[in-house]
Nanobody, 121 residues
Framework: QVQLVESGGGSVQSRGSLRLSCAAS?????MGWFRQAPGKEREGVAA???????TYADSVKDRFTISRAKAKNTMDLQMDSRKPEDTAMYYC??????????????????WGQGTQVTVSS
């Protein structure tokens, strides 16, 4: 069982930088970030595979940057130009293989507990 632990969330303003991190207990080929706002379905934010393939949701493209350090089994999400609508619980997800399309929650085998991000303008 792969354990995932997120960190870096909090209450932030639109300006400035915010970086979420996810630490995995072991290597997995595919890792991604999802988010869920109150009353809404969980949605994919960004995903990255071990070959460097990256997918972003249209809503965060050109604002967020996903990266991973394979040697450390970690993944980060740099969140720039944040908007109030980015407010949500952010979850780290991992899988032995990447689903297609990338943002199908059921395609990921392991999930973290989530870290809350609240953005004020």
């Amino acid at each position: 069982q792969v354990q995932l632990v997120e960190s870096g969330g909090g209450s932030v303003q639109s300006r400035g930088s915010l970086r979420l991190s996810c630490a995995a207990s072991e290597y997995t080929y595919c890792m991604g970030w999802f988010r869920q706002a109150p009353g809404k379905e969980r949605e994919g934010v960004a995903a990255i595979d071990s070959d460097g393939g990256i997918t972003y949701a249209d809503s965060v493209k050109d604002r967020f940057t996903i990266s991973r350090a394979k040697a450390k089994n970690t993944m980060d999400l740099q969140m720039d130009s944040r908007k109030p609508e980015d407010t949500a619980m952010y979850y780290c997800a991992a899988g032995r293989r990447c689903p297609w399309p990338r943002f199908i929650p059921g395609g990921y085998n392991y999930w973290g507990q989530g870290t809350q991000v609240t953005v004020s303008s």
